[in-house]
């Protein structure tokens, strides 16, 4: 079976072009095709066939489409159910896609190492492809989501093939070809520095001048900026006659795949990790290499609750990782201190720094967020990095931080769902299960300690109710006071009005981590959140929840759902009339209670919380 995406969407069956009709279904074979092996959720489906308007009968019309492809694409095609979605075996299939990003991947690799002529023929294979625009025949939901980064990988190997053209001395044969993409791609810097290349070689100095000079004017009106490295080192190069066959821009490639160091700015490893034997193997598969190699895009969301672990797995699968991404690794945070966002120029000019971006600094740079994801795409393009991005907030904030590569993984954390992370693989984290609690307090307070008292250790993990970060915060304070037995430390954590104040230690904080959980809440959000202290186990319905804040149902109901996507929240199950059981985390609920009676707080315990900042 052939499958293509680079042009409209189509299966073949040996000669035989696979009947399929309408885009929805061309749209579902190509969100299968596009996660790479991966599950894609029902939601993921819903957003890329209907946009933010789905029909009351979205998950039906899903179950025809399926059913629809597995009847005409046959038995050597599998489309399987797995909750939260489907997943598509494609087997020995053949993939425009994948063929794609193996030619282009080795043509730029050849390009690098100076041989030029194999360069020019595995890119030049690569870009024929294309058979027109990709995804022509599917929804503009998803070619609104998935066309830009292919694009952008098809003009990366335009260029590159160009550069070896260039770099052979073909530069009459390439001018014609040149004029119209410049024409095409007005602020496509690479595309001018080989325009002028070309014309210069054919004895035009003077309208290879005069395409820089348009270009500045070009740049200036349309983005307010000034030519970059390889266009400036260009013009000096046309001024002075010292263009040779390793053209600037050739120049600047090499300087992009022979990086003189790799970053590393992954946190340290967490040395006595511990649990989430099930979680960790999903992540290494994600990292690891895939064969066929470049095809399966590496990405995965890490999301739960505060304190749950999320970034200590991540770290911990990442530096496991690390020997698959020669390139180096990329952290950053995508919080501030307080709980609010960080502006994504601000991650953007930390991860141009660490990848060596030498025109990070120029004026006006740091605030034009589409120069600086111009700038980080090309500096990640054809790279093996690894990239984490720690706590996220929603979509708009990760989109320009996500490398246009497939070679590059990408590792997330975030506490609500994102829905626009193409290829994506969602791990949900809960808390610890009770033989992980107990190891993972052993591991910092000392495992015969517990034994000698089992009673207030079994007390002590109780009272954590498998929350990681409480049960680190627990293990440390025994183990900085050796003198402290459980039987001392069990008591002062067993009355709940103050069991938030004795889970913090040092920097770490169970308040502090779900008060950073308040910043994106509403006022419906945090009504619900307060509203939790009227059920006794912290489960209630919408309709319960309406009659203790004396509002509407559905008010109740948008608050307990923001909860849940925030991850204050889960879902339990269903009432006798299908209506859901909201429930929380004992500790979340211990929060909720002081929310309700700020008044009753000390000042330093309000301002943790976020009462004073909210």
């Known amino acids: 079976m052939e499958f293509r995406v680079l042009g409209p ?16 279904v061309y749209t579902v074979l190509a969100a299968l095709l596009l996660a790479r092996g991966r599950v894609v959720s029902d939601q993921r489906l819903t957003s890329l066939l209907w946009g933010w308007d789905p029909p009351a009968t979205a998950g039906a019309q899903i179950y025809t489409y399926m059913s629809r492809l597995r009847k005409r694409l046959g038995d050597e ?3 399987v159910r797995r909750p939260p979605g489907y997943v598509l075996a494609t087997r020995d299939s053949w993939i425009d896609l994948l063929e794609f990003e193996r030619l282009e991947q080795e043509g730029r690799a050849a390009l690098a190492e100076g041989r030029y002529r194999e360069a020019a023929a595995l890119l030049d294979r690569a870009l024929a492809l294309w058979q027109g625009p990709a995804l022509s025949n599917a929804t503009h939901h998803l070619r609104e989501t998935e066309l830009p980064q292919l694009e952008e990988a098809r003009t990366l190997a335009l260029e590159g093939r160009i550069e070896a053209d260039l770099a052979l001395g073909r530069h009459e044969e390439v001018l014609a070809e040149l004029t ?17 290349t070309a014309l210069y070689r054919c004895g035009r100095q003077a309208d290879a001048l005069h395409v820089y000079h348009d270009a500045r004017k070009v740049l200036a009106d349309q983005l307010g900026v000034d030519p970059g490295a390889a266009l400036d080192a260009t013009y000096q190069a046309v001024l002075n006659g010292s263009i040779g066959l390793e053209s600037p821009p050739l120049i600047a490639l090499r300087d992009r795949f022979q990086a003189p160091s790799a970053p590393a700015m992954l946190p340290p490893d967490v040395e006595d990790f511990t649990g989430r034997s099930a979680e960790l193997p999903v992540l290494r598969a994600v990292l690891e290499p895939h064969d066929p190699p470049g095809w399966q895009p590496r990405r995965c969301l890490v999301t739960g609750m505060a304190g749950v672990g999320k970034t200590a797995l991540v770290v911990h699968a990442a530096h496991l990782s690390a020997g698959h991404h020669p390139d180096g690794q990329l952290y950053v945070e995508l919080r501030e201190p307080d709980g609010t966002p960080r502006d994504p120029c601000a991650a953007l000019v930390r991860l141009l720094r660490a990848l060596g971006e030498p025109r990070i600094d120029a004026p006006g ?17 054809g790279r093996r990095l690894l990239v984490v991005l720690d706590d ?14 497939s ?3 990408v590792l997330i954390t975030c506490r609500t769902h994102l829905t626009q992370v193409p290829g994506a693989q ?5 808390p610890l299960d009770a033989e992980e609690s107990r190891t993972l307090l052993a591991s910092a307070a000392g495992r015969e300690r517990l034994s000698a008292e089992p009673d207030a250790s079994a007390a002590l993990l109780a009272h954590c109710a498998g929350l990681p970060l409480a049960l680190r915060i627990t293990g440390t304070r025994l183990a900085a006071r050796p003198h402290w037995s459980p039987a001392r430390l069990a008591p002062r954590l067993a009355d709940p009005r103050t069991r938030l104040d004795e889970l913090r230690f040092g920097d770490l904080s169970v308040r ?4 950073r959980s308040l910043s994106s809440l509403s006022r419906a959000g945090r009504a619900a959140l307060r509203g939790l202290t009227g059920f006794p186990d912290g489960s209630c319905t919408a309709q319960q929840m309406a009659f203790v804040l004396e509002t509407s149902e559905a008010e109740a109901e948008r608050g307990l759902e923001e909860l849940v996507d925030g991850s204050l929240l889960t879902i339990k199950g269903l009432d006798q009339q299908g209506r859901p059981i909201y429930g929380c985390h004992a500790l979340v609920r211990l929060f909720a209670h002081e929310l309700s009676r700020p008044c009753l707080l000390p000042a330093q315990r309000r301002q943790d919380t976020g009462i004073l900042r909210h």
């Open 77 to 79: 095609i599998e489309i």
């Open 365 to 381: 740079v740091h605030d034009d967020l589409e120069e600086l994801t111009r700038l980080y795409r090309a500096r990640t393009a």
């Open 392 to 405: 996220a907030v929603g979509d708009l904030q990760v989109r320009p931080l996500l490398p246009s590569t």
């Open 426 to 430: 969602t791990v949900r984290l809960g």
């Open 180 to 196: 119209g993409l410049v024409a095409g791609f007005p602020v496509r810097e690479q595309l001018r520095a080989q325009l002028m």
């Open 9 to 24: 969407i189509e299966a073949r069956s040996g000669d035989t072009r696979v009947p399929l009709s309408g885009s929805k």
């Open 407 to 409: 070679t590059a993984s």
């Open 512 to 515: 502090q981590a779900f008060g």
